[in-house]
């Protein structure tokens, strides 16, 4: 199945990459490049992997579902926001931002589409994995974004999560220090030539042989949580990359609780986000404690 859209005489002439970007609400030239480039584009019925190729008026541009037009993104909440900085809820299951694998109907594709703004205008300050849901902090203008990279980089942004992990860690509470190796192959390991990485963990709740836990970054490498969970022995229930496969869970159960941040005017900013309902309640008729 495909969606098409009809090429405007105003965009008579332009690159197939151009007219696409502004044709398909929330699509970003680049995003449509890659489209382009995939072969997930149709201009007039036959494929078009030129993305400088120009097109004419009345022209059918049309884009394979699959990847799809981003208006299949699913919305997102705002949880919070004050000017130009917002913190949203991510849902699970899906692409976080634009890559080759996910070119369109991803979560910044939603937020964008929420607020009526160019994906271009979204400076996301961190980033959350595909399966993991919970809150996200986002700027909407350059001098924003930069004045919270910096917060990040100097550690004033506190981040804190939740989840449920097999096992029970040494200790109600303590922290891990596994120094960590660049990805390689989308997978991290840990490796004593490696960053520095250091988390703490408090343990929360437990429910037979799951642990429910809080999870609080003091260092921000990718993948971190779920590497230092399993290297801990208490990997993450659902995380089939650094733990092992579970048909009762269709994700990692963790989840961006609590973001404490400054503001660029002075004072800071604390925003949670609710547990998601596969957290609240498991398989086995687990509840976490409030």
């Not at 002439?13 to 480039?37: F, K, P, T």
């Not at 990359?241 to 961006?256: A, I, M, N, Q, V």
């Not at 002075?266 to 309902?277: I, K, S």
Request: net charge positive; proline share 9%; with cysteine.
């Amino acid at each position: 199945m495909r969606r098409s859209v009809t090429v405007p005489r105003e965009l008579a002439g332009s690159r197939l990459d151009q007219a696409l970007a502004a044709l398909a609400e929330g699509l970003s030239r680049r995003a449509a490049r890659v489209l382009i480039e995939r072969g997930s584009v149709y201009l007039d019925g036959r494929r078009c992997r030129t993305a400088s190729r120009a097109v004419a008026e009345g022209a059918r541009i049309s884009v394979e579902e699959g990847p799809a037009l981003p208006s299949e993104a699913p919305d997102v909440a705002v949880l919070w926001r004050e000017g130009p900085i917002l913190v949203m809820n991510k849902p699970a299951g899906v692409p976080f931002a634009p890559t080759r694998a996910a070119a369109a109907g991803t979560v910044l594709h939603a937020l964008a589409r929420r607020l009526a703004r160019p994906l271009q205008s979204l400076h996301p300050v961190h980033r959350l994995d595909t399966g993991t849901s919970g809150a996200v902090l986002v700027a909407l203008e350059a001098g924003a974004a930069a004045f919270l990279g910096e917060a990040l980089r100097e550690g004033r942004v506190a981040k804190s999560y939740n989840a449920w992990v097999a096992g029970e860690p040494e200790g109600a509470e303590g922290s891990w220090s596994f120094p960590l190796g660049r990805p390689a192959g989308g997978v991290v390991r840990v490796d004593p030539s490696g960053r520095e990485a250091r988390t703490l963990y408090r343990v929360l709740a437990r429910e037979g042989e799951w642990s429910f836990l809080e999870l609080r970054l003091l260092t921000g490498r990718t993948h971190q949580i779920r590497v230092h969970c399993a290297a801990a022995g208490v990997p993450i229930l659902g995380d089939a990359k650094y733990g092992r496969p579970d048909p009762r869970f269709r994700r990692p159960l963790l989840h961006s609780r609590r973001l404490v941040f400054p503001l660029p005017g002075g004072g800071e900013a604390a925003v949670e986000a609710p547990l998601p309902a596969d957290m609240v309640t498991l398989p086995a008729g687990g509840r976490p404690s409030p």
